[in-house]
């Protein structure tokens, strides 16, 4: 043998080789962290650590201890913390140039757990993709804004000022006082002239043949004063009437203002829609984008391409598959175990499940990947997936259930100046989401008992939004239930949602209801107000025009014992047989009299 | 040391001329380090070439000449070679040879199952013995002519004869 083999040479690399097996026990952890850290890193676009891990060729085992994947969206937080990662691998398949594990444990699962340091990347590396949830609900949130601005604006108009009753009243009293002033000084005027027909006529008395021509014309004089008496008479009579009929237009007109004003402040008709959206929607557009990401970041991680051709281009020539061999993926865990807690609104569950034929490459291996998880205590849930590789189109599957858990107080509204304070409460959540190719369908639904919801109005004008609230407050009895549903459709690029939930139109039946309340006590208010200032306005009328009545009467007896003493003077000659001074006298009513 | 380092080569080429090595081993050596030169690198075909170079008792010199200068011109003969493997390993009735090779244990990291590989595996064999027989006659035809030759300058007499020293502390 040593005539052929030269073992001079051989023996030492034997011994080198040995020597490399043991390197290679050592190194090969320190590869598998550095595999992880830098695979990680590039997958996540967040620091990943590992703090141990120990890899045995003879063994075939790995075991790695501590890794944390940082949260690329909250840097002071690890998305997962992994305690402890056992796997079992096929020695053959290390042979055949493939790291295939039968069996592999994960424990100690936790999510969202803090970091001293932060977990971002020197260089930003390409993160988990991110769905822009905005617009997934145009216009939902300004609608309820703008209703609850058109309400605010509606009931902080002092409207009584403007009322056409009001301005009426106002103009009767400036009118009916000066029509008053008028008539007097005409009865005044009146006495003067008579009083001067008088003394002209005693002059002319006394010289009779000077003032004969005068005592000619005395009596048409006297006539022409009577009748002016008998019109200012007349005038004054007929004050009462057309009094009234101004008292008449003014009912008239306040009937109209109150009707203008309850019309104007009728609060346009809430939309529930709008409502849930400006409620809700903010709560499930979070969650739901980061969803999104995670699915449009699985469908990359995972792809569905399928390696069909039987020649595979190489740099150097083409490697042929040949028939019979089995396509078989590089890196495949066949049953991974998972072990872990997760907290669900502050409340920690511990979870147990597996994951099924895990791979880099779905399209090469021949079954679904299955994820199943259960868990159990104060927040119990289910979560089941399935991402199947095997057909033409790819298809994904999730769903969560989770009956009961506890849900922590929150502010519902997506603006500032309105918003409702959410009291913690218990709910279920129940998720379905299929991925078929590029097709998203899906449902969630969220069913929420016993909520107690607490207004918290921000308007301009702080007294009216402290009436609102209230008003609110009072007419928000506790829903014994609220239930929201959110329907995904579209693509997983271009995703679209439709949300429904009890949760708007019971609130906006009882927002409507209080406003409506308060709408219809702001108008009682306004129109009381308006009716005390006409009111008041009247009453101050009646007395001038009371005062100016008995004034004008009394204007008119002057000049009516001037007329009769001037039928004296003229020797009964006028006055006569149409209208004598003291039924002249007696015809005018009383004063106060006039507006009774 | 260092010198003996820089003058390895040297050494190595002169160690044809040597009468330590028969013109079998020689020729043997080339044989070897011709498939060696033909075969792509980061397969174990060309592992297990280079440790039977090594570990053979043929020339080493002489293979790892012919390795490199082989090697060097290899990629030209690609093409051939590419179509050489593909038409052996698409050969349908093989198939399943091919297919039970492949899933043994190491079966792909031999690299057969690339075009290149096995065209230039097979054209490294077909060479093979060609070059032995070519490489035997010159080394019994030349080698007594370029010994002496050598042996008439200073330097060829010194590598000479570290060469046989090294070869004597071998044998000893």
Known sequence: MSRFVRWSW???????????????????????????????????????????????????????????????????????????????????????????????????????????????????????????????????????????????????????????????????????PARYEDLRARAKQLEVDARQIRDDAKEAKRNPLRGA????????????????????????????????????????????????????????????????????????????????????????????????????????????????????????????????????????????????????????????????????????????????????????????????????????????????????????????????????????????????????????GGEFGERLRKAIAESMADLPQAATRVTLGGTVKRPTVKLWSTLGPAVAESMQRSVNRLVEGEAERVAAGARAKIDEKVAALDAKLAEATAGATAELAAPRDLIGQLAGLGGGGFGSGSLSFERLGTSIPKGGSLFK | MFAEWLTRPLRALLSVLSSNYSSRQVAAGAALGVMLGFVPKATLIAVVLGVLLCALRVNRGMGLLMAAMVGSLAHFADPWSHRLGLWLLTLSPMQSTYAAVYEAPLGPWWGFHNSVVVGSLLLGFYAAYPVYLVVKGLVDRFRPPAVRWASRYRLGRLLLGIELTATLGEAV
């Open chain 1, 213 to 460: 021509e005068f005592l000619a014309g005395l009596p048409a004089r006297a006539k022409g004063l009577e009748s002016r008496l008998r019109g200012l008479q007349a005038e004054l009579n007929g004050l009462p009437t057309e009094m009234q009929g101004d008292r008449g237009r003014l009912a008239e007109a306040r009937r109209q203002d109150e009707a203008l004003l309850r019309k104007r402040l009728q609060a346009n008709q809430l939309d529930s829609d709008s409502l849930t959206t400006y409620l809700v929607g903010e709560r499930v557009t979070g969650p739901l984008g980061e969803l999104m990401g995670w699915v449009q970041w699985l469908r990359e991680a995972y792809p569905s391409k399928k390696v069909d051709a039987r020649l595979v281009e190489r740099a150097r020539g083409v490697d042929v598959r040949f028939v019979g061999v089995t396509d078989r993926p590089d890196y495949l865990i066949r049953a991974l175990e998972l072990s872990g807690v997760a907290t669900i609104s502050g409340v920690p569950s511990d979870f147990a499940g597996t994951i099924t034929d895990l791979t880099t490459e779905p399209g090469l291996h021949g079954a679904p990947t299955r994820l199943a998880i259960k868990a159990s205590g104060p927040t119990p849930f289910e979560v089941r997936a399935i991402l199947d590789r095997t057909t033409d189109v790819a298809r994904d599957e999730f769903l969560v259930d989770c009956p009961s858990f506890a849900t922590p107080a929150a502010t519902l509204g997506a603006g500032e100046k309105f918003r409702f304070a959410m009291a913690p409460s218990r709910g279920s959540l129940s998720l379905s989401l299929v991925v078929e190719g590029d097709e998203l369908s899906g449902e969630l639904q969220v069913i929420q008992d016993n909520v107690s919801l607490t207004p918290q109005v921000q308007l301009a």
């Open chain 1, 10 to 176: 051989v023996l030492p690399r034997l011994v080198l080789l040995v020597a490399l097996y043991f390197g290679i026990e050592y190194l090969a952890g320190l590869a598998i962290r550095l595999g992880i850290v830098h695979g990680g890193q590039a997958a996540v676009g967040a620091r990943v650590e590992v703090d141990r891990s120990v890899v045995s060729l003879r063994h075939a085992h790995a075991s790695i201890a501590g890794v944390r994947f940082a949260n690329p969206s909250k840097p002071m937080e690890n998305a997962v913390d992994v305690e402890r990662i056992e796997l079992d691998f096929e020695s053959g398949s290390l042979l055949r140039g493939q790291v295939v594990a039968s069996h592999g444990v994960v424990s100690g699962l936790k999510f969202g757990t803090p970091r001293t340091e932060s977990g971002e990347l020197p260089v930003a590396e390409p993160a988990a993709g991110s769905s822009d949830p905005l617009g997934w609900f145009p216009g939902g949130a300004d609608a309820a804004e703008a209703w609850l601005a058109d309400v605010g604006e509606k009931l902080s108009l002092d409207a009584a000022d403007q009322f056409a009753s009001v301005r009426l009243a106002q103009e009767m009293a400036d009118r009916w």
